[in-house]
């Protein structure tokens, strides 16, 4: 069922499996404050239904931001998930190699108890949620 979607975020959320699924759109850096309000609905979301599992799906975003612009945008994100019940993220992967090891190691970093993946494909994102 959609829960939120305001034309540029939507959130779906599978009761059945407690999942929440994000598609990221593609942006640019002109959008990257949209982005950040994105994370805090998306958290809020999280938070609001009592989600454990998340699935974000980044496969279409073209965003080229340095590391330096990026990092704290992705460092918030996760701030804020750590602050809800969440266990679970799984990310389909960007084609932006060097967007992707900063989420990585922003996950990997932070002493946080979410369990985070990055798959290229969503059938096994679902299953590696699914199987807990």
Request: proline content about 5%; charged content about 30%.
């Amino acid at each position: 069922m959609v829960i939120y979607d305001n034309g540029f975020l939507k959130l779906d959320y599978e009761t059945n499996t407690d999942i929440l699924s994000v598609m990221m759109p593609p942006v640019d850096t002109i959008l990257l404050p949209e982005v950040a309000r994105s994370f805090g609905v998306i958290v809020e979301h999280v938070r609001n239904y009592d989600i454990k599992k998340l699935l974000i799906d980044a496969r279409e975003t073209r965003v080229d931001v340095e590391e330096e612009v990026f990092k704290p945008i992705i460092s918030d994100f996760v701030k804020g998930l750590a602050s809800t019940r969440i266990k679970r993220v799984a990310r389909l992967v960007s084609p932006s190699f060097a967007r992707e090891l900063v989420v990585t190691k922003v996950f990997q970093d932070r002493e946080i108890p979410i369990e985070f993946e990055s798959f290229t494909e969503a059938t096994p994102a679902y299953a590696w949620l699914e199987n807990d």
